[in-house]
């Protein structure tokens, strides 16, 4: 038996990427489909453990922010990033990170005094998914369909007809959408389905994971818990990430170059080897992963009116916490073009957006976290013989190894610039003024109003953010109330398009990198242009940022 269901757009995937995908266009009033093969409620793989600023920025546009926040580690548990000779064996460094309690007040650390009202947030994917599944299935025009299995599509005229099949009852669907985006991880067969391949690097490192309940294994600590507990001794090196912060971790065993493969590794010596612990210690395995990190992405993002997000368009080693963020990112800007052009005020040439934005970003990104790998492989090659001794010599082995360790991995743990420094600079719907956008590095970036650039964040008079006080769509910032905007505005709305002006007033800080007059923020919060006077002839900037422009060329 074969059914029929029609929507304005078809997800492949209820994970983070999926969910956060179609939350976005169902606050836009899209009507939206989401296929996923596992039951409700079955939960996730345990491996994404943290959730960026900027991906914690969206979750409030969305209103699932502080569900999110309040979920994961109990709150006065360290979000620390420790380095041990084993996981309860001598310190080496450690990185101070905020526990959720005290993540909007502390200050000071390098993890601190962040340019938004969201910081970052570590949680493991098994708490989070839960609650962006419940926040998505409760929002008007969202539907998820569980146990389906997305089979095929075919491309009409007008839209994407896709197939799709019940794991359970074996009957087929066929799903009539304007878009189908495919957001169903690294073996994505949408994206085999368009003909895109992952170019790359096939293998950075390999990595063999277990997840393991031992409620003991807390009170065996010499100092006190983290969030991340990396061990460097000569046998082995590793780390474990507390899931619950009561009895559950993550232990992820790195393979070296002369162990040939997966099997080659004894896991429950490694386990031991990185916890620190001997034969009398228990643990229960909850599960068991092996994997492998490397640095692929997608020689193409779309075809026609099918995309692809996330897993599906990239993988890389995650370092930095950049592999779900990464596609959280991707479904926010795929997210509200989308939404334009089922509105009808954006036109067909603003899609080709999505791909010149996103694919030079998430090369960018992948190459850093790649560059991170090789730079810690080559450090837990080097791990000194005596690290472990009870004498000078291994005392200052560790404090030697541990100012390197800090100094290096400090950037992707608090990574400024890979959260707020990242910029587009080829869109076609943006209205480049000729100015460089600054450098970032994994950890700095400089605020800019360059356009391309994330529209920065200040805090307002009010005492409100920024981001908050803008609008859903685009939002013309005003530093100085007597220029005029009004011909700008009427023109934009004879068009249909949705533009919020702001005339803002900032708090104690100023206004920060704000230079110019007028900014327009997009509603990803990246900035289209700026000026000190609205355009004289606004179809020209109007034309840009809807993608007409592109569209007649």
């Known amino acids: 038996m074969t059914s029929a269901l029609k929507t304005d757009v078809l997800i492949v995937g209820a994970g983070p990427v999926g969910l956060t995908l179609g939350m976005i266009l169902a606050q836009r009033g899209v009507a939206v489909t989401i296929l996923e093969t596992r039951h409700r409620g079955e939960p996730p793989n345990v491996k994404c453990n943290h959730v960026s600023a900027r991906s914690m920025e969206i979750l409030r546009r969305l209103g699932v922010a502080n569900a999110a926040r309040n979920a994961g580690l109990p709150e006065d548990y360290a979000n620390d990033i420790a380095y041990r000779t084993s996981m309860t064996g001598k310190a080496i460094t450690r990185i101070p990170i905020p526990c959720r309690r005290d993540r909007f007040t502390a200050t000071g650390g390098p993890d601190t005094d962040w340019p938004t009202a969201e910081p970052p947030h570590r949680i493991n994917q098994l708490f989070l998914e839960p609650i962006l599944f419940e926040h998505a299935v409760a929002m008007p025009g969202l539907t998820v369909l569980n146990r389906t299995e997305y089979l095929s599509h075919a491309e009409t005229t007008d839209g994407v007809e896709i197939s799709a099949r019940n794991i359970d009852s074996g009957e087929q669907t066929t799903i009539s959408a304007r878009y189908l985006a495919g957001c169903d991880g690294g073996r994505s067969q949408v994206r085999r389905d368009i003909g895109a391949k992952l170019v790359g690097d096939a293998v950075v490192q390999r990595v063999q994971s277990t997840y393991i309940r031992s409620p003991q294994l807390l009170g065996l600590m010499n100092d006190a818990p983290a969030w991340a507990s990396f061990s460097l001794n000569p046998r082995r090196s590793g780390n474990v990430y507390a899931i619950d912060g009561r009895e559950t971790w993550l232990v992820h065993n790195y393979l070296r170059d002369d162990e040939p493969d997966f099997d080659s590794v004894d896991r429950d010596w490694s386990i031991r080897e990185i916890l620190g612990v001997g034969p009398d210690f228990s643990y229960e395995v909850l599960s068991n992963e092996d994997w492998f990190g490397r640095r692929l992405v997608a020689d193409s993002f779309h075809k026609g009116r099918v995309f692809i997000c996330g897993d599906a368009a990239h993988l890389w080693v995650p370092y930095a916490g950049y592999g779900m963020n990464a596609g959280i990112a991707d479904a926010e800007c795929l997210g509200w073009l989308l939404a334009a052009n089922v509105s009808g005020w ?70 400024g610039g890979l959260n707020f420094g990242y910029y587009y600079d080829r869109s076609p719907i943006i209205s480049y003024d000729g100015a460089a956008q600054p450098a970032y590095s994994m950890a700095d970036f400089t605020p800019s109003t360059v356009p391309g650039c994330r529209t920065p964040h200040i805090w307002l008079g009010d005492k409100r953010s920024l981001y908050d006080a803008m609008g859903p769509d685009y939002t013309l910032l005003r530093f100085d109330p007597a220029r005029d905007a009004s011909a700008f505005l009427a023109a934009a709305a004879a068009r249909g398009i949705p533009i919020q002006l702001l005339d803002v007033v900032p708090g104690d800080e100023g206004c920060g990198p704000y230079a110019e007059a007028f900014v327009l923020s997009r509603p990803d919060r990246h900035v289209a242009w700026r000026g000190d006077a609205c355009p004289a002839t606004p179809d020209t900037l109007l034309d840009t940022i809807t993608g007409t422009a592109a569209a007649v060329n």
């Open 346 to 415: 954006g036109k067909s040439g603003m899609l080709d957006a999505y791909a010149a934005e996103r694919q030079p970003i998430t090369e960018q990104v992948s190459v850093f976290a790649m560059n991170h790998a090789h730079a810690m492989a080559k450090e837990r090659k080097v791990v000194p013989v005596d690290i472990e001794d009870d004498t000078p010599a291994g005392a200052a082995a560790r404090e030697t190894l541990g100012r390197k360790i800090y100094n290096l991995n400090v950037q992707q743990y608090c990574c």
